[in-house]
């Protein structure tokens, strides 16, 4: 059984800088996409970065050049470091994972099958 549990989120004034991480257990399959998404009230979930197994990367045009996503293959951890944060970047955080559901790695929600809890990032100005 897949599981993707997120870690460090919090509260930082706008300009600084947070680091979340996702653990990952259960796969059997190394050839998946993972990504971080994140929700604010009453929006749509929204793709922020995505790595494939090869560390290939995309990233949503809003965060490009403040966030980078990264994992660790041998702990099975993803990361996300963020930088520059701004408001706008309030929001709670959400970890994925694609078993494959299409070839390609996009942003797009419905292409992830398995889902963190969530971890809540808030950016004060």
């Known amino acids: 059984q897949v599981q993707l549990a997120e870690s460090g989120g919090g509260s930082v004034q706008a300009g600084g800088s947070l680091r979340l991480s996702c653990t990952a257990s259960?796969?059997?399959?190394?050839?998946?996409?993972m990504a971080w998404f994140r929700q604010v009230p009453g929006k749509e979930r929204e793709g922020v970065a995505a790595?494939?197994?090869?560390?290939?990367?995309k990233y949503a045009d809003s965060v490009k050049g403040r966030f980078t996503i990264s994992k660790d293959n041998v702990k099975n951890v993803l990361y996300l470091q963020m930088n520059n944060l701004e408001p706008e970047d309030a929001a709670m955080y959400y970890c994925?994972?694609?078993?494959?559901?299409?070839?390609?790695?996009?942003?797009?929600?419905?292409?992830?099958?398995?889902w963190g809890q969530g971890t809540q990032v808030t950016v004060s100005s």
């Open positions: 994925a994972a694609s078993s494959g559901i299409v070839p390609i790695m996009t942003l797009l929600e419905p292409d992830f099958d398995y």
């Open positions: 790595i494939d197994r090869d560390g290939r990367t």
């Open positions: 259960g796969f059997t399959d190394s050839s998946v996409f």
